[in-house]
Nanobody
Framework: QVHLVESGGGLVQAGGSLRLSCAAS????????LEWYRQAPGRQREWVSL????????YYANSVKGRFTISSDNAKNTVYLQMDSLKPEDTATYYC???????????????WGQGTQVTVSS
């Protein structure tokens, strides 16, 4: 089993920045992808970004491309999401995810973190 714990959420003004962290533990040697998703109240869970273990490949949703940066630290078993130029529409609960195969679909994710709240004021 894989356990994921997010941190770093908070309240920021539009145009500000936050850095989210996700610490992984457990049986992580076979993880193929590390991802971030977000979900606003009343909305579907949305894929945000993906990184391959080791950081060799990264992908972003069009809505965050150019503003968010995903990275990982293998020594710490941690994945990060640097969020810059935040907009009110970025307000959501952000979830770290790990998969046994590469995917951008929430229904195919194998492991989820508990979520961390990000609120962007206008």
């Amino acid at each position: 089993q894989v356990h994921l714990v997010e941190s770093g959420g908070g309240l920021v003004q539009a145009g500000g920045s936050l850095r989210l962290s996700c610490a992984a533990s457990g049986t992580i040697f076979n993880i193929a992808t590390l991802e971030w998703y977000r979900q606003a109240p009343g909305r579907q869970r949305e894929w945000v970004s993906l990184i391959s273990p080791g950081g060799g490949a990264t992908y972003y949703a069009n809505s965050v491309k150019g503003r968010f940066t995903i990275s990982s630290d293998n020594a710490k078993n941690t994945v990060y999401l640097q969020m810059d130029s935040l907009k009110p529409e970025d307000t959501a609960t952000y979830y770290c995810a790990a998969g046994l195969e590469r995917t951008t679909r929430a229904d195919l994710v194998d492991y989820w973190g508990q979520g961390t709240q990000v609120t962007v004021s206008s």
